[in-house]
Nanobody, 115 residues
Framework: QVQLVESGGGLVQAGGSLRLSCAASGSIRSIRTMGWYRQAPGKQRELVARITSGGGINYADSVKGRFTISRDNAKNTVFLQMNSLKPEDTAVYYC?????????WGQGTQVTVSS
């Protein structure tokens, strides 16, 4: 049984920072990518950032220069450092882990940015 445990969401004022963490536990092998998606009310889920096992990184244009994704391969953990947060960053953030055989999602953590 694979579990993704997310932490670090919360309420912050515009311009502030938050750091999200996601630890994957259980029988998880051959991870290809780890990443973060978000879904705001009334909108589709969208990619925020993802990182491959080889260190390749993709960011959504809207977060480039403000967010930084990193991972600890030994601990199967991925982090998202979010700086200069804006009200439009408000959403539920979901951790995602893609392996050769499966696609896993966390339960989501709420990030709310007040103006």
């Amino acid at each position: 049984q694979v579990q993704l445990v997310e932490s670090g969401g919360g309420l912050v004022q515009a311009g502030g920072s938050l750091r999200l963490s996601c630890a994957a536990s259980g029988s998880i092998r051959s991870i290809r990518t780890m990443g973060w998606y978000r879904q705001a009310p009334g909108k589709q889920r969208e990619l925020v950032a993802r990182i491959t096992s080889g260190g390749g990184i993709n960011y959504a244009d809207s977060v480039k220069g403000r967010f930084t994704i990193s991972r600890d391969n030994a601990k199967n953990t991925v982090f998202l450092q979010m700086n200069s947060l804006k009200p439009e960053d408000t959403a539920v953030y979901y951790c995602n882990v893609l392996t050769l055989l499966a696609n896993y999602w966390g339960q989501g953590t709420q990030v709310t940015v007040s103006s």
